[in-house]
């Protein structure tokens, strides 16, 4: 299931602001920017995969549905008020679920989007 659009970057202006703005924070396979302090009643998501990762459309879809299934899961743990850039590395293109999992959970906690000790399904 995808993201409801309520918790969906969609302007290119809002992802300008947080690639500007945003602080980053870097796995092996993903890097992310967060833009927090929004003064919202929830966190919103973008998620970019470039033809660098691949030239099939498919698999850049794949990648991304996979990412906002890991959102999704963290849902209820994760923080209001936050603008959330998830950018996949070319390095990601052999990477599954439970790996989106585990770097998205360490790299939530860094920006502290979620609180790592209480994470419902610690996976570290």
């Known amino acids: 299931m995808g993201l409801p659009k309520t918790l969906r970057l969609k302007h290119w202006q809002d992802f300008q602001t947080v690639y500007q703005q945003g602080k980053r924070h870097r796995h092996s396979n993903l890097l992310m920017r967060v833009l927090g ?53 070319p390095q990601g293109i052999g990477c599954n679920y439970e790996r989106f999992l585990r770097e998205l959970e360490q790299l939530f906690s860094q920006a502290g989007i979620i609180d790592h000790g209480h994470s419902r399904n610690h996976l570290l």
């Open 37 to 89: 302090d929004r003064q919202a009643d929830h966190s919103r998501f973008g998620i970019t995969v470039s033809q660098k990762v691949s030239k099939k459309a498919t698999v850049r879809n794949r990648l991304k549905r996979q990412i906002r299934a890991v959102i999704n899961h963290f849902q209820p743990q994760i923080k209001p008020g936050f603008d959330v850039v998830i950018i996949v590395l």
